[in-house]
């Protein structure tokens, strides 16, 4: 668990300004791509980088 903390923390500090599904799946995105062997910093960099795809949005994969 200590781990996967950075996320944790980045999604606690997301919920301030975000919508708590997003937040979750955004998390657990994260997180998986942690658990494949990316570091945190790769991790959200690539997670941040799909939000600003409008195919997944516009497909119901993620959520504004």
Do not use: K
């Not at 950075?6 to 995105?29: K, S």
């Amino acid at each position: 668990l200590l781990q996967i903390r950075p996320a944790v923390n980045h999604g606690i500090r997301e919920l301030e300004d975000r919508d708590i599904r997003h937040v979750i799946i955004e998390v657990g995105l994260i997180c998986y791509l942690m658990g494949m062997g990316f570091d945190y910093r790769t991790a959200r960099a690539a997670v941040e980088s799909w939000e600003t795809d409008e195919n997944l949005v516009e497909d119901g994969i993620l959520v504004e």
